[in-house]
């Protein structure tokens, strides 16, 4: 069955508070971030909500970073205790992820005439983190990302958190205008 949030009834009065609840919320990072010789994800300073206990939301972003090959970029998310979901990080490949011939010839964080691989794998948002590989300081690459997010009897932060897969003494920076939406739907 759908599900809808909302609820209205009929002859329910319509408050501002009510209707706010109804429009998605956005965060929008309007400064860069660099992250030099760090693996531990922290919650990124621009994107980060507050949500509701009992609530069902949905999330998708577009996330612009870069940085050294040997390091690439680590996300993941910050929830409130007893919340669930699952979430994809769609972006290049990082390490051994897909083959470009038929002689089955891995392709390490690298480009071809094909274009990158890609990871698309689902992952548990309580405990998982997605690694996406960077090509090097000044080669811009993005994540596109999904997240269900169901929120138990505590409410609290929903934030993206990030660092480096393996520490490195260059930067990794997430970039201004990556940008998150959040939509209650339940």
Same mark, same amino acid.
């Given at each position: 069955m759908a599900e809808q949030y909302p609820t209205l009834a009929a002859g329910q009065r319509i408050t501002a508070s009510l209707l706010r609840s109804m429009q998605p919320q956005f965060a929008r990072k309007t400064a860069d971030t660099?992250?030099?010789? #760090? &693996?531990?994800?922290? %919650?990124?300073?621009h994107l980060t909500?507050? /949500?509701e206990a009992n609530?069902?939301?949905d999330c998708t972003g577009w996330l612009k970073y870069d940085g050294p090959t040997a390091a690439d970029f680590q996300f993941s998310w910050t929830i409130p205790a007893g919340s669930d979901g699952e979430f994809y990080g769609w972006g290049a490949?990082? *390490?051994?992820?897909?083959?470009?011939?038929?002689?089955? #010839? #891995? =392709?390490? %964080? $690298?480009? *071809? *005439?094909?274009?990158?691989?890609i990871r698309v794998e689902s992952l548990d948002i309580t405990s998982a983190s997605r690694n996406v590989g960077? +090509?090097? /300081?000044? &080669? /811009?690459? &993005?994540?596109?990302?999904?997240?269900?997010?169901r929120v138990g009897a505590t409410g609290g932060t929903f934030a993206l958190k990030?660092? =480096?897969a393996t520490s %490195?003494?260059?930067?990794? $920076? +997430?970039? $201004?205008?990556?940008?998150?939406?959040l939509d209650r739907i339940a």
């Open positions: 660099a992250r030099p010789a #760090v &693996t531990t994800q922290t %919650d990124d300073p909500f507050t /949500v609530g069902v939301y490949g990082h *390490s051994p992820v897909i083959t470009f011939t038929n002689t089955g #010839v #891995v =392709q390490l %964080d $690298t480009s *071809s *005439s094909r274009g990158y691989p960077c +090509l090097g /300081v000044g &080669t /811009v690459l &993005t994540v596109q990302t999904r997240a269900l997010l990030w660092g =480096q %490195d003494a260059s930067a990794t $920076t +997430l970039y $201004t205008d990556s940008m998150l939406r």
